[in-house]
């Protein structure tokens, strides 16, 4: 083959991805819902930033430090369907489990989980009632978030890995074998086969409920969605499936792990805690006599100030 006609496939792909990258750049910097978060530009434009710093100075968790040092935070997100779940894990703290040891990331794991399916879904998964909140559900969560790390740096490799026609045989032959042979010989890597499945059950439930109601009944968020006038191809099952498994992740991953690191803190720091019960003494007067509202809460501002810096 002419070389000339190779440079100029060459060349021709670079300005195709220059002028993507560009109009990528552009898109995230102006029009991007996000666009509006406060930060630095070079942090909006391009994730290869958090890389660079974490390769060349390996102090990225600094940088975001002074990032939020900075800049203001955000106001924070209010769930009202959180209320009787909260109150059920609360009564199970306070009179069900003195003199015992609790996992935390067991309990605000089902706690979490119990919230995001009924939003979701419109399923009471009556997680926190289990014994133990429901530790094979933090087999779920676990395996994940260890391969955060694996997953952000090489997101974009795996993916092209695992839809190549030959790299998708292994992954077909993994998914043929009956859960419960997984379950017991790796239990980390069912896991992962368990979160489609999940989400695929789940998608098929709403539609089962959909299929028998003659008027609309449960708002959940999948039951919305499939009512709604989205083109067919939007609500195919696989698609469906995999957002739900992204809303079961996203609604359960990230909060478990900043509640157990915040409670931790807490619990760690006696200065910390014993201001915190004084800070929530007034509200929690009558407790579990009156049960405090929410917005109660959202005024007291030594938990606010917590919560924030857990966050932050």
Same mark, same amino acid.
């Given at each position: *083959? ?5 440079? %100029? ?9 220059? %002028? ?28 290869? &930033? ?11 968790? @600094? ?6 040092? #900075?800049? @203001?935070?955000?106001? #924070? ?11 059920? *894990? ?17 309990? &605000? ?31 779920? %969560? ?16 795996? /993916? ?32 992962? #086969? *368990? ?15 959909? /299929? ?5 009944? #449960? ?27 992204? %809303? ?35 509200? *929690?007067?009558? &407790? ?25």
């Amino acid at each position: *083959m002419d070389t000339s006609v190779l440079w %100029v496939a060459a060349g021709f792909a670079c300005a195709i991805f220059i %002028v993507y990258s560009a109009c990528l750049i552009i898109y995230r910097l102006y029009f991007s819902p996000l666009a509006q978060f406060p930060g630095p530009k070079l942090v909006a434009a391009t994730a290869w &930033y958090e890389t660079f710093i974490d390769v060349t100075r390996n102090n990225f968790h @600094e940088v975001l430090l002074d990032m939020h040092k #900075k800049y @203001e935070y955000f106001s #924070k997100l209010y769930v009202p369907a959180g209320i009787r779940h909260t109150n059920s *894990m609360v009564a199970r703290f306070g009179f069900g489990l003195e003199g015992s040891f609790v996992r935390l990331d067991q309990a &605000y794991s089902a706690y979490l989980g119990d919230i995001t399916v009924e939003l979701t879904v419109g399923e009471s998964s009556q997680l926190l009632e289990e014994p133990d909140f429901a530790p094979e559900c933090i087999l779920l %969560v676990n395996p994940v978030i260890r391969n955060f790390p694996l997953l952000g740096r090489y997101g974009i490799l795996i /993916a092209t890995l695992m839809f190549h026609k030959e790299a998708t045989k292994p992954y077909r032959l993994l998914m043929t074998v009956p859960m419960s042979c997984m379950q017991w010989a790796f239990p980390r890597i069912a896991a992962f #086969k *368990m979160w489609p499945v999940l989400g695929r059950d789940k998608v098929n439930n709403v539609k089962s409920d959909l /299929a028998k109601e003659s008027d609309p009944e #449960k708002f959940s968020f999948f039951h919305t969605l499939l009512r709604s006038d989205l083109p067919e191809y939007e609500k195919h099952p696989s698609r469906l499936a995999a957002e739900a498994v992204g %809303v079961f992740g996203g609604g359960t991953i990230n909060p478990t792990s900043a509640l157990a690191f915040i409670t931790f803190h807490i619990l760690a720091n006696a200065n910390m805690h014993r201001r915190l019960q004084e800070s929530l003494s007034d509200v *929690m007067s009558q &407790y579990p006599k009156t049960i405090p509202a929410w917005t109660e809460f959202e005024q007291v501002p030594y938990l606010a100030a917590c919560v924030k810096e857990g966050l932050r």
